[in-house]
C-alpha cells in the first residue's frame, strides 16, 4: 500500500521558519500532481501550494512569496518551506498528491496524517 509520512512540524515564533517534508513509501511508479493542505481548528481545510510534475507551482494569495513548494522524485519526497511565518499559519498541514503505483494498481489520490505547525506571537 502506499503512504504519505509528514516530518517537519513544530513550534516555532513569528518570523521563523520551518520546512516540511512529505515522503512517499510502497510500489510506487511516479507522484503526479502533489499538494499541501492545511486545517485549522477554526478554518476549513484548504489548499497551501500544489506542484505539477512539470514543476507548475501554485500557491494560496496569503502564502505568496513566504512559502515554497518543491520535489525530489527520486526520492519520492515533496517539499514546503515556510518562511517569515505568522500566528495565523498555525494549522495541521497535511501531504496529497495524485500517486501511480504497481499495488494497488493505477493511479489514486492519497493523503498523509498531517504534521502540527505552531506560531507563536
Known amino acids: 500500500q502506499v503512504q504519505l509520512v509528514e516530518s517537519g512540524g513544530g513550534l516555532v515564533q513569528t518570523g521563523g521558519s520551518l520546512r516540511l517534508s512529505c515522503t512517499a513509501s510502497g510500489s510506487i511508479i511516479a507522484l503526479n500532481t502533489m499538494n499541501w493542505y492545511r486545517q485549522s481548528p477554526t478554518n476549513q481545510r484548504e489548499l497551501v501550494a500544489s506542484?505539477?510534475?512539470?514543476?507548475?507551482?501554485n500557491y494560496l494569495d496569503s502564502v505568496k512569496g513566504r512559502f515554497t513548494i518543491s520535489r525530489d522524485d527520486a526520492e519520492n519526497t515533496i517539499y514546503l518551506q515556510m518562511n517569515s511565518l505568522k500566528p495565523e499559519d498555525t494549522a495541521v498541514y497535511y501531504c496529497n498528491g495524485d500517486i501511480a503505483s504497481t499495488r494497488p494498481t493505477g493511479q489514486r489520490n492519497y493523503w498523509g496524517q498531517g504534521t502540527q505547525v505552531t506560531v507563536s506571537s
Open positions: 506542484l505539477t510534475r512539470r514543476g507548475q507551482a
